[in-house]
């Protein structure tokens, strides 16, 4: 008999309890660094009028990734394929009425219709993060030390990831005064620089002669060949090297590493594909074999709050995408076991089903996540429900216990049990649930198995 598919839409994903046990894990862990760090949660609508995309995020971006339709008010509206847009027209909304600097974040879903692949996918989550109001450097020292608590938040090293930086203004200089390119051919070139890791230095090559042209080509190969060959900034050509925006590069990293950041490095190939991009600009880049790939990166955004009418105002931010996180976290070994958010798992035994629902009520009541079997399967079968859940406590409950008030409490996962009180489950697991969490039960908080 056919029926209709159960394969979700193409470049999606269905998140059964065991997979939102992880996602949970990584946005608590997100938001754990964020609130550290000062920032204040906000949101903003699914959909946005395309105009908004088409200012500034790219043509690539909106013409063939950005799912978009025709509304009855005749409108044409994205569905969100990124949120820095969406947060600029907010603050151009509310210029004149907001503290600066102002420091935002926000977990948020979007969709890029894009060639489904590892670690990329249609529908994806994102943590954006973003300083508004402030041009001192220190507010991108500031966002990429958040980034790397980030990582250390999930127990990551310094060795196994690399922060890659470079600056738009420095690319600029490097196009124009040292490359000798006209404006259209800058921007040829800048789109690809920033598919060079995506390509094959033949067709990298190739694209090059077709942008400088056939007079200009030798010299012009030559001259990206000693760019490619500078390991630090002193090594840049001289036109390139006395640019104010390198000093601003060197600032930067000063402060990096007196934050204790030494595992970031320039990149003068690092073009970030994002047209808003004025300043900063850098990526967090996985070391591991398996999966040598950006992470994720961000950079300083001053004129996009200006498209919207208003006076332009500094912004700098940081977006790392789950999928790419759950990626990383994989290939270095540093998911937990997590287990269910359910405390305990309470077994009717027969005789005592009209009993059990003012117990049930108040452990609820006391903030004890409970699960009821009322199925009257036998007590082996409940228990390997409860096993199979994941939870970590079984109580059960029969007519003696009712009579005496004492219950029968097992620790699935180190095979005990013992009869006690109430007040006393509600302490055993409120106990374990705050050591387990570090913390009291929050948005996101998932149980990490010892």
């Known amino acids: 008999m056919s029926g209709l598919p159960t394969e979700p839409y193409k470049g999606t994903r269905d998140f059964y309890p065991e997979d939102m046990r992880v996602r949970n894990y990584i946005f608590g862990k997100w938001l ?119 990582l250390a938040e999930f127990g990551a090293t310094p060795d196994m990831y690399t922060i890659r930086v470079n600056n738009r203004k420095v690319i600029n200089s490097m196009m124009a005064n040292f490359l000798e390119l006209d404006a259209i051919q800058a921007q040829l070139m800048t789109k690809l620089f920033d598919r060079k890791g995506k390509i094959s230095n033949e067709s990298f090559r190739d694209q090059a002669i077709e942008i400088f042209g056939p007079q200009r080509a030798r010299q012009g190969l030559r001259k990206i060949s000693q760019l490619l060959a500078a390991k630090s900034m002193a090594d840049l050509p001289e036109v390139i090297r006395d640019s104010q925006a390198v000093k601003d590069v060197q600032k930067l990293f000063t402060l990096l590493e007196k934050a204790g950041i030494r595992n970031a490095v320039f990149d003068i190939t690092l073009m970030r594909g994002l047209d808003y991009y004025t300043g900063t600009v850098f990526e967090f880049f996985d070391n591991h074999p398996e999966n040598r790939r950006a992470l994720f990166g961000g950079g300083r955004y001053d004129g996009l709050v200006g498209v919207f009418g208003v006076e332009p105002i500094s912004a700098v931010g940081i977006a790392p995408g789950y999928t790419m996180t759950e990626l990383f976290l994989q290939v270095h070994n540093l998911i937990p076991k997590l287990s269910s958010t359910t405390d305990l798992y309470v077994a009717i035994l027969p005789g005592v089903e009209s009993e059990i629902d003012e117990l049930v009520a108040g452990l609820r009541k006391e903030g004890v996540n409970v699960e009821v079997d009322f199925t009257k399967r036998k007590i082996d079968k409940q228990l390997k429900t409860a096993l199979k859940k994941g939870i970590r406590y079984m109580l059960f409950v029969g007519e003696d216990e009712i009579k005496d008030k004492q219950y029968t409490l097992k620790d699935l996962r180190e095979n005990q049990e013992e009869k006690v009180s109430l007040e006393r489950i509600v302490s055993t697991v409120k106990d374990h649930r705050k050591n387990a969490h570090g913390q009291d039960e929050d948005l996101f908080v998932v149980e990490v198995v010892d």
Do not use: C, H
């Open 32 to 150: 754990n660094v964020v609130r550290r760090f000062g920032y204040e949660a906000y949101d903003a609508p699914l959909l946005e009028p395309v105009d908004i995309y088409e200012a500034k995020s790219g043509q690539e971006l909106v013409s063939e990734q950005t799912y978009q339709f025709t509304d009855r008010g005749d409108r044409k509206v994205a569905i969100r394929p990124e949120l820095t847009p969406s947060v600029s027209r907010m603050v151009a909304r509310r210029r004149q009425e907001l503290p600066y600097p102002t420091r935002w974040y926000n977990i948020g879903q979007f969709m890029r219709y894009e060639r489904p692949q590892r670690g990329r996918e249609r529908e994806f989550w994102q943590l954006n993060v973003d300083i508004f109001g402030t041009d001192d450097i220190r507010a991108e020292a500031e966002i990429i030390n958040l980034g790397s608590a980030i």
